[in-house]
């Protein structure tokens, strides 16, 4: 499986501002993801990070509010914009492959924790 | 609809004891089946998947996951549970409205908790 390093593991951020969260994976890889953790919740699926092209998003997720970008087959950013409280979360990188025969599973980062005040 | 469910919020056990995490799914294509573990201020962890074969499944840290087509379950198990496997533990199902085998649908999750 990949190892996937996510930047910053928390931060406590004012609202109003804004702040980027890096994934790097040690390895190529043709699918990559972000999911928010809301305190208590189930994983939610934010957009598909696409290699070279502008990501997919998820409905109720909008590119003004969460625009990624993916340089390469090994990094990606998500960046939280005009933050509230509601936004805080932890953010969830992750990683899957589309070879053939992939059966879906999927390796995760060890989250962004943000707080919003 | 694609959709797995998690009935218990939270799961109980004596160490030693075996464990139960019970999951739920409905799908319209063939169910690709999977659990994942979270420690506390941790990713997630995949633990096994069901695709097809053994209706029994064994994945990391003594773990292993019944099949059950029939009732649409795939529960979690453990012949004998261990303090550290307290933990938030995801079922989660393969979402066929998209063509990546990696669109997958997380359950709500259920919190394990071993007492010594």
């Known amino acids: 499986s990949a190892v996937i390093s996510q930047k910053p593991s928390r931060d406590i951020c004012q609202r109003g501002t804004s702040l980027t969260i890096q994934c790097q994976v040690d390895?190529?890889?043709?699918?990559m993801f972000w999911y928010r953790q809301q305190p208590g919740q189930s994983l939610t699926l934010i957009a598909t990070?696409?290699?070279?092209?502008?990501?997919?998003?998820e409905s109720g997720f909008v590119i003004d509010k969460f625009p990624i970008s993916r340089p390469n087959l090994t990094f990606s950013t998500l960046t939280v914009s005009n933050m509230s409280p509601e936004d805080s979360s932890i953010y969830l990188c992750?990683?899957?492959?589309?070879?053939?025969?992939?059966?879906?599973?999927?390796?995760f980062g060890e989250g962004s924790r943000l707080t919003v005040l | 609809a694609q959709s797995v469910a998690q009935p218990e919020d939270q799961v109980n056990v004596a160490e030693g004891n075996p464990l139960t995490v019970k999951c739920t799914y409905s799908?319209?294509?063939?169910?690709?089946l999977f659990w994942y573990v979270q420690y506390p201020n941790r990713g997630l962890q995949f633990l096994l998947k069901?695709?097809?074969?053994?209706?029994l499944v064994k994945g990391s840290y003594g773990f292993e996951a019944e099949f059950n087509k029939s009732q649409t379950s795939f529960h979690l198990k453990k012949p004998s549970a261990l303090v550290s496997d307290s933990a938030l533990y995801f079922c989660?199902?393969?979402?066929?409205?998209?063509?990546?085998?990696?669109?997958?649908?997380f359950g709500s999750g259920t919190r394990l908790s071993i007492r010594p």
């Open positions: 069901y695709i097809t074969g053994d209706n």
């Open positions: 990070a696409n290699q070279g092209s502008e990501a997919t998003y």
């Open positions: 390895s190529q890889v043709t699918m």
């Open positions: 992750s990683v899957g492959n589309s070879n053939p025969g992939n059966t879906g599973e999927l390796f």
């Open positions: 989660a199902v393969r979402d066929w409205r998209y063509s990546s085998a990696s669109k997958i649908i």
């Open positions: 799908v319209s294509g063939n169910p690709y």
